[in-house]
């Protein structure tokens, strides 16, 4: 029912930036919730941050508040993660995913996600 798309990955220097974009499709928008996790090689898959379906959002602790910012364009039917300040500890393939959670807690688990989109490199060189 929805289709999920990522762009904006990319390799950047430590200290740069960059925003990932995630254009939703074959759904209605406003209605799903929206996360963006991460996954390294050998690693688990991260929740980075998210929207509900009530529009709480909510950020995975220290590793990312003050450095992301999730926001969201409701006439593009795109969701965004601006990654500022970036470390080589953020290198990994980001993914959108779109999902059921009514509250901001929901938000950090894989199961209440339905659709996940293809991900997208980020490589931060020091």
């Known amino acids: 029912q929805v289709q999920l798309v990522e762009s904006g990955g990319g390799l950047v220097q430590a200290g740069g930036s960059l925003r990932l974009s995630c254009k939703a499709s074959?759904?209605?928008?406003?209605?799903?919730?929206m996360g963006w996790f991460r996954q390294a090689p050998g690693k688990e898959r991260e929740f980075i941050a998210g929207?509900?379906?009530?529009?709480?959002?909510?950020y995975n602790g220290d590793s990312v508040k003050g450095r992301f910012t999730i926001s969201r364009d409701y006439a593009q039917n795109t969701v965004y993660l601006q990654m500022n300040s970036l470390k080589s500890e953020d290198t990994a393939v980001y993914y959108c995913?779109?999902?059921?959670?009514?509250?901001?807690?929901?938000?950090?688990?894989?199961?209440?996600?339905?659709?996940w989109g293809q991900g997208t490199q980020v490589t931060v060189s020091s």
């Open positions: 995913a779109a999902g059921r959670a009514f509250t901001t807690a929901s938000l950090k688990s894989l199961g209440t996600y339905d659709y």
């Open positions: 074959g759904g209605s928008f406003s209605t799903y919730a």
């Open positions: 929207f509900s379906r009530n529009g709480g959002s909510t």
